[in-house]
């Protein structure tokens, strides 16, 4: 005698499906739905708050590239492993003037006072 998987005799099953089958697929869509609605107001509050932080980055860019930043001067040092290298003109070291973003300090430029 030959057996038939459950599978087979449950598709063969004219009865139907059950009340608490039905009613489990409907929970675990609805999960899956507000899952899915949790995501895409997760994934929009990301995407705005890199467009306020791309479009201030742009801004104290812009500011800075133009100069119109506050200004103070120094001297420009550069640190190459252990070694430190100050730039001069042979008299002495080369004053320049940094400018910086009142809003975003890690912004800055600097150009070669005249």
């Known amino acids: 005698m030959k057996r ?20 489990i697929a409907l929970l675990v869509s609805s999960l899956a739905i507000v899952l899915l609605a949790g995501m895409i107001n997760a994934s929009s509050t990301m995407i705005s708050n890199s467009r306020e932080k791309v479009a201030d980055y742009v ?5 800075v590239v133009e100069q119109n930043g506050s200004s103070e001067t120094g001297t420009v040092s550069i640190k190459e492993g252990s070694e ?3 730039l001069t003109d042979g008299a002495g070291s080369i004053t320049v003037v940094y ?6 300090e890690s912004v800055k430029s600097y150009r070669v006072a005249s």
């Not at 801004?59 to 500011?63: E, I």
């Not at 400018?99 to 975003?104: A, K, L, M, P, R």
């Open 84 to 86: 430190t290298i100050t």
């Open 59 to 63: 801004s104290a860019d812009r500011s």
């Open 99 to 104: 400018y910086s973003n009142s809003e975003n």
């Open 4 to 23: 038939t998987p459950k599978i087979l005799k449950k598709l063969k099953d004219v009865r139907g499906e059950s009340l608490s089958e039905i009613l």
